[in-house]
Every structure is written in structure tokens, then in C-alpha cells.
């Protein structure tokens, strides 16, 4: 038993060369199965080998928003294949994102369904990705049923309440630490505890005391020990149950 990062992007630049050195870390502090997050072929492909190499590793791969534009139909072609590896457990992360430009707002939409569409084909769980696009995620949502986890959740109190109830699970990444943060404790204290999850999203968000530096899955014993804070709770116990919650949603993973 141990602490799960379920949302990691260890293919990136700065991490992919020092994984040795990322297991040894997450190891020390407790971190026992990461879920490395990828969003394009040559990181899933990537991905898969590490984890064949590290029994730490599962995989979940899919097209993030922000590439909309420079996709074609052999992508999904490419996406489906990948994901009928056996170390690829999830399909993520996808969804919306308007913080940058809202000019490709339907094309979007359109991947984010497509994706949903494959994943429940073949029957996995999706990671989502929501920024400043939540009546949108939310009504896509709720017209293509799924279930996943609504990744590194930066919502309201009543945005979460929508999801949860949707059949989706919360994580909390480094943000949760931070001094200024508003909602999220509250969203923290609130969230049923079979339906939570913690998360790294490294190399991005790290949590306070190091924020500003490089994030790794090492971190993610930080925002574990917040939210046992947060919800008056014992770490054994959370441990136990986020494990419950990992194999229960993530129906491929093996342990």
C-alpha cells in the first residue's frame, strides 16, 4: 500500500532522462504506482516502454485540446492502436481549454466527443482536462456518459457536486497547497472520499514549499498529506482507500 499519483506526465523533457532517479524519489516518499499521462504517439510509445521497464508505471494516453488544430483522423486511427497496449489503463488527457483562444471552440468539442465515444468502446476511464470551459465540459459531459477523473480540479464547490454525481472522481494537485487557494479546500472537505484521487501533473504545479521548481511524482506525498489535513483523517486509512478507488476505476491496471 502506498500513495498514487494518477496523473503525471513523466515523458517530458526533464523527467524522461532521470527516470531511474524519479522511481528512486517516489519510492522514498511512499509513492507507489504513478500514472504517466501522455498526449502524443511518440510519448505513449515512450511510456510503454517504461513501464515495462518499472512495475511503478501505468499508462493513459489522448489527444489534449490545446493540439486540436493539427490533428487528422489516422491520430485517433494511431490512438486507438496504442491504447490496446495493456499497460495503457486510461484515455487522457482530453477535453476543453478556451484560456488561450476560443476560435477552435467546436473543434474541441468535436475531439473531446470523439475521444469519449472511443473510450467507452473500448471500455476505459478518461482523464479530463477543464479550463475555463466548464458549462461546455459539463454539458458534453452529461450528453456522452462516461467515467474518469476530473484531473487536477480547479472548480467550484457546485461544478464538483455536477461532476461527482456524474460518476467522475476529483484530484487535487499541488494547488491544493498553495496559500491563496480558494475553492479548492472547501471542494477538498466536501469530496466523498471513494471518489478521490491526488495527482502531480509534473513537471507543472509543484506544491508549496517548492513551488517554482520542476514538479516530480515524488511531490504528490505533499498534496496526500493537505488533504488528510483538510479532511481530519488518518494517512493509513486514505492510502487504503485511494488504492480502492484506483482499482476500481481503473479496471485494467494490475497490482
Not at 226 to 249: G, R, S
Amino acid at each position: 500500500m502506498g500513495i498514487i499519483d494518477t496523473h503525471a506526465h513523466v515523458t517530458y523533457k526533464g523527467l524522461a532522462d532521470r527516470i531511474d532517479e524519479i522511481v528512486a524519489n517516489a519510492l522514498k516518499h511512499d509513492v507507489t504506482k504513478i500514472l504517466c499521462v501522455c498526449c502524443t504517439k511518440e510519448e505513449a510509445l515512450k511510456a510503454i516502454e517504461i513501464a515495462n521497464q518499472y512495475d511503478i508505471f501505468d499508462c493513459a494516453f489522448g489527444y489534449h485540446p490545446e493540439d486540436v488544430d493539427r490533428l487528422e483522423d489516422s491520430d485517433l486511427s494511431e490512438l486507438r492502436k496504442i491504447l490496446n497496449d495493456p499497460h495503457m489503463i486510461a484515455l487522457g488527457e482530453i477535453g476543453l481549454d478556451y484560456h488561450y483562444t476560443k476560435d477552435n471552440k467546436e473543434a474541441q468539442k468535436d475531439l473531446f466527443i470523439r475521444q469519449i465515444q472511443l473510450a467507452n468502446e473500448l471500455d476505459l476511464p478518461i482523464l479530463i482536462h477543464m479550463r475555463d470551459a466548464t458549462l461546455d465540459t459539463l454539458e458534453i459531459l452529461k450528453k456522452y456518459p462516461c467515467t474518469g477523473i476530473m484531473h487536477c480540479f480547479s472548480g467550484s464547490l457546485e461544478t464538483a457536486k455536477i461532476c461527482v454525481n456524474l460518476g467522475y472522481y476529483i484530484s487535487f494537485a499541488g494547488p491544493l497547497t498553495f496559500k491563496n487557494a480558494k475553492d479548492a479546500p472547501q471542494v477538498c472537505e466536501w469530496v466523498p472520499l471513494d471518489k478521490i484521487f491526488v495527482e502531480t501533473d509534473s513537471p507543472f504545479l509543484t506544491p508549496h514549499p517548492f513551488r517554482g521548481k520542476p514538479n516530480e511524482p515524488a511531490y504528490t506525498h505533499i498534496t496526500f498529506e493537505k488533504v488528510c489535513e483538510i479532511k481530519q483523517i488518518d494517512a493509513d486509512m486514505l492510502m487504503k482507500q485511494m488504492e480502492k478507488n484506483y482499482y476500481t476505476l481503473f479496471k485494467k491496471a494490475k497490482k
